[in-house]
Nanobody, 129 residues
Framework: QVQLVESGGGLVQAGGSLRLSCAASGRSFRTNAMGWFRQAPGKEREFVAA????????YYADSVKDRFIISRDNEKNTLYLQMNSLKPEDTAVYYC??????????????????????WGQGTQVTVSS
């Protein structure tokens, strides 16, 4: 079992920045990748960004590319999302997702929710205009 705890959400004005964190904990787990998804009111959950734990390859949704930066601290088992130039349309609950090593097939589709076996509870991000 892997527990994921997100933090860093809040209310910010358009053009501002926020940094989300997601701390992973559990017994003897190995991470293949982690990602961020978000769900706005009345909409389906969508992919935001992801990162491979070994090698650090990153993946971004077009809507956040050049504004958001995903990173990780392997020693702390912590995932980050630096969100800059925030827009009202970025308002959503942001979820952290974890893909364990050996979970799923050999091909990794960063945008696929079924690639991830553990999810956090979510943190609210609200961007005012």
């Amino acid at each position: 079992q892997v527990q994921l705890v997100e933090s860093g959400g809040g209310l910010v004005q358009a053009g501002g920045s926020l940094r989300l964190s997601c701390a992973a904990s559990g017994r003897s787990f190995r991470t293949n990748a982690m990602g961020w998804f978000r769900q706005a009111p009345g909409k389906e959950r969508e992919f935001v960004a992801a990162i491979r734990w070994v090698g650090g390859s990153t993946y971004y949704a077009d809507s956040v590319k050049d504004r958001f930066i995903i990173s990780r601290d392997n020693e702390k088992n912590t995932l980050y999302l630096q969100m800059n130039s925030l827009k009202p349309e970025d308002t959503a609950v942001y979820y952290c997702a974890h893909k364990s090593a050996f979970f799923g097939g050999s091909y990794y589709n960063a945008k696929g929710e079924d690639e991830y076996d553990y999810w956090g509870q979510g943190t609210q991000v609200t961007v005012s205009s």
